[in-house]
Each structure stands twice: as C-alpha cells, then as structure tokens.
C-alpha cells in the first residue's frame, strides 16, 4: 500500500512566494546600504593658542655697486705729412731694371691703337660665325646620334621645326639657350637638351679674336 503526503503539509507551494520575499529583503537591504549616511563622531584639531617658538632668521641687507664706467678712448693721432714734397731732393731711390749701363733697350712703338676687349659683350654679327667642331657633317652627326623623337609627339602625330638660340662663348662652351620657336608634343624640350649637351664648339672671331657671339640653330622633327 503505497503512503500518499498530505497536501497541506507540502511547502513547495511556498517556494515561489518564499523567493520573491528573498529577492525584495535583499533589494531592500542594498538600497538602505547605499542610502546610509555615516556621521564623524572625531574632534577636528586646530592650531589655536599654540605658539611658535621658531627662529628668526635676519637676512642682511647687500648693496651692491655699480662697476665703474670704462676709460675714455684715447684720441688717435694723425700725422699729416705735406705733400709738397720736392722730388729732386729724393735721392736714397734706387731702381733695378736688371741690366747695365751699356745695355741698349729698344724703344717700343705702337703702330695702332690698343684694342679694348670686354669679355661680357655678346656680338650677334662675327667675321666668322661660330662652328660646330667637324663643321655640319659632325653637326648632322650628333643629331641623328642623340636626337629622339618624343613618344608622345609621334602618337598626336606633331611635326615641325624648333628654331634653338644660344650663346658661344670663347673658349666654345654653350650658355643662354632659349627657345624662339616651339612646336610642342615635347619636341622643345628635346631640342633644348640636344644643345646643351653638345661639346664645345669653334667660337666666332672678330679681327682673328675668339668672342662670345649668338646662334640660332633651326632642328627639324619629322615623321618617316
């Protein structure tokens, strides 16, 4: 025969109402923590009616005086010697034009006024214009050797001529290069870098002297 429990003396049916009043003493508990306001019972101590018995301390009064000035520069003498000075009474001069007595020097004649050079005139006529080294068969040369035809010139299909101006120099070197007339498509560029990395040329002569004298160099780009 099997023991059945009595219903009334089952307490699972309060566990939910038994768990629910857990939860709400809890909270209740942490909320008064929380709202807890403690109170300092301590005495704060003050420093009233204490007396110091420090030392004190003098600090001396320094004066300090002032450097004294620097002396006064002394005037510089000048000494103005006359100027009138009579040259027959000079005789303690002795010049040394390493020869003697006998030696006859011959007397220097100029049949023609000097000429004045002024290395920085750059003339744009010449008695014989300047030359590149090996004449234009070496000129024409050096172009097809260096000459490069842009990529970007030969894809838009751009031809023409640059016309290079430059100066020549005496000892041949190339200076002042500016274009006069440009086709674009990089041609310009080219032309400008063939010309400065030429070598030297001949330099124009005047009267048979080497001077600094404008080019004009024409360079023609076309398409075979």
């Not at 005086?65 to 002396?71: A, C, L, M």
């Not at 050797?145 to 894809?155: C, E, G, H, S, V």
């Not at 299909?157 to 200076?175: A, C, H, P």
């Amino acid at each position: 025969m099997e023991h059945k429990k009595n219903p009334k003396l089952d307490l699972r049916k309060w566990s939910g109402t038994l768990f629910n009043l857990g939860l709400a003493v809890s909270l209740g508990a942490v909320l008064v923590a929380f709202e807890w306001k403690a109170r300092d019972q301590g005495i704060i101590k003050t420093f009233e009616g204490i007396e110091d018995d420090w030392d004190e301390i003098e600090i001396p009064q320094t004066i300090q005086n002032p450097p004294p000035p620097p002396p006064p520069p002394t005037p510089i003498e000048v000494n103005i010697l006359p100027d009138d000075i009579d040259i027959d009474k000079i005789t303690d001069i002795k010049i040394d034009l390493n020869t003697n007595e006998q030696a006859d020097i011959p007397e220097v004649e100029l049949t023609e006024a000097p000429i004045k050079e002024d290395i920085d005139v750059i003339v744009d006529f010449v008695d014989v214009q300047a030359m590149f080294k090996g004449g234009m068969d070496a000129w024409y040369a050096y172009l097809n050797k260096n000459l490069k035809y842009p990529a970007q010139a030969k894809r838009i299909g751009i031809e023409g001529m640059v016309i290079v101006r430059f100066v020549v120099n005496t000892d041949g070197s190339i200076q002042d290069i500016e274009l006069v007339r440009t086709i674009g498509g990089g041609c310009d560029e080219i032309a400008k870098e063939v010309i400065e990395n030429s070598p030297n040329w001949t330099p124009g002569r005047i009267g048979g002297r080497a001077v600094r004298s404008r080019m004009t160099m024409p360079i023609r780009f076309r398409l075979n």
